[in-house]
């Protein structure tokens, strides 16, 4: 069975950093992309980054970019997101999700962890 | 980026009818593979999102069969033959041919 298992969220002044993380069972970890999709309060679904299979091929969002930092770490079955420079706006759920393959430009996304909640108040 | 727009954004539904949802892309999401990279899925009350179909037209694993979607290129739908109460959510369509992946509004099927 699949587990995605997501920690690191909290309260966080702006400009702050948090560094997420998002423990995965159940599957070859080092063979499937993975994503981090975040949800603001009582709004939808946002994309913020990804990564391959392999760690090589790395995705953000503009509205991300340069302030958060997706890695992985396929001998502890881990995924990570350095978030920097916190803003207001980053605050949501933030979620890891599995693609179906190796990569992650094409590829559905097949699994959702239960998300980790990340604050950005001072 | 690719505009996902979803219609309508609320359904009022009677157990037992049928739904359906619409979902346009800003362009094509016909990848040059031949499938269309379009998922839905199904966030429920208090949970994270689920997987309700993929590549436009197919199932995920433990689907009931009462979903189906269908569509290509730019114009695609969900549908469900009968609503079941436990089919309450907000369902979104995501297109997943190019970064940065994008989702629509989402649209809240209320009974």
Redesign the interface.
């Known amino acids: 069975e699949v587990q995605l298992l997501e920690s690191g969220g909290g309260l966080e002044q702006p400009g702050g950093s948090l560094r997420l993380s998002c423990a995965a069972s159940g599957f070859t970890f080092s063979t499937y992309g993975m994503?981090w999709?975040r949800q603001a309060p009582r709004k939808?679904?946002?994309?913020v980054s990804?990564i391959s299979g392999s760690g090589g091929t790395i995705?953000?969002?503009?509205s991300v970019k340069g302030r958060f930092t997706i890695s992985r770490d396929n001998s502890g079955n881990t995924l990570y997101l350095q978030v920097n420079s916190l803003r207001a706006e980053d605050t949501a759920i933030y979620?890891c999700a599995k693609h179906?393959h190796n990569y992650?430009?094409?590829?559905?996304?097949?699994?959702?962890?239960?998300?980790t909640l990340v604050t950005v108040s001072s | 980026d690719i505009v996902m727009t979803q219609s309508p954004l609320s359904l009022p539904v009677t157990p037992g009818e049928p739904a359906s949802i619409s979902c346009r892309s800003s362009q094509t999401l016909l990848?040059t593979?031949g499938y269309n990279?379009l998922?839905w899925?199904l966030?429920k009350p208090g949970q994270?999102?689920?997987?309700l179909i993929?590549?436009g037209s197919n199932r995920?694993s433990g689907v009931p069969d009462r979903f189906s979607g269908s569509g290509s290129g730019a114009d695609f739908a969900l549908k469900i033959s009968r609503v079941e109460a436990e089919d309450v959510g907000v369902y979104?369509c995501?297109q997943?041919?190019?970064?940065?992946?994008?989702?629509?509004?989402?649209t809240k099927l209320e009974i």
Do not use: K
């Open positions: 994503s999709v939808g679904l946002e994309w990804g995705y953000y969002a503009d979620y179906a992650v430009r094409g590829t559905s996304i097949d699994y959702w962890g239960q998300g | 990848h593979n990279c998922n899925f966030q994270s999102p689920q997987l993929y590549l995920a979104y995501m997943a041919l190019q970064t940065p992946y994008t989702f629509g509004q989402g």
